[in-house]
């Protein structure tokens, strides 16, 4: 429960103010201290224009990244976190990389997979157990509606920042008036007359 409050309390911090790539460092450090077992955590977003995975944050700091995409893209596909271990069914770069056990982790807002949750270790007795999916998991979910928000709050300046400018071609009497009908729902398309 300790561990859960612990990455529960980045979103809730950061999630509400802040800089979307500082909290995902922080994430992937957060990561690395109470999961405590990985030894190296990757987190990976879908650009949303070209569907491609991009690469937003790695630990520990000069760690060389080692992602299975094929494991990454089916935690996205099926929307389920899963564990591997050394002497299963293994990707190409998982078996070339000396990794011993991996976890990969969806981010899901809204039924859609967002981005993945990589997570590695070398040791052989040191392997992923079930409460770490478990715990791995929840803070995803956690995580996964701290970026959503996050993006809420971008597109909703950008539509602000263009209605302001569209609104600049108005007399202050009229952009008032526009605006009050506009939170009350009653703006239509069309015109009225006034003398």
Known sequence: IERLAALSELTWECGTRGLLDSMLRKAVELLLRIVG???RVVILI????????LLKACGPPGAVPMISLTSAKRAIADQKGFIWKRGEDLTLSQREARIEAGMYVPLVINGEAIGVICMDCFCPQQGFERDDLLLVTTFAHQLALAIANHELQ???????????RLLTNFSPKVRT???QRAQMGRLRLGGEKSV
């Open 37 to 39: 077992k990985g030894e």
């Open 46 to 53: 879908r650009d949303s224009r070209d569907n491609e995975l």
């Open 154 to 164: 971008v597109a909703m300046k950008k539509n602000a920042d263009v209605l302001e």
């Open 177 to 179: 008036h526009l605006l």
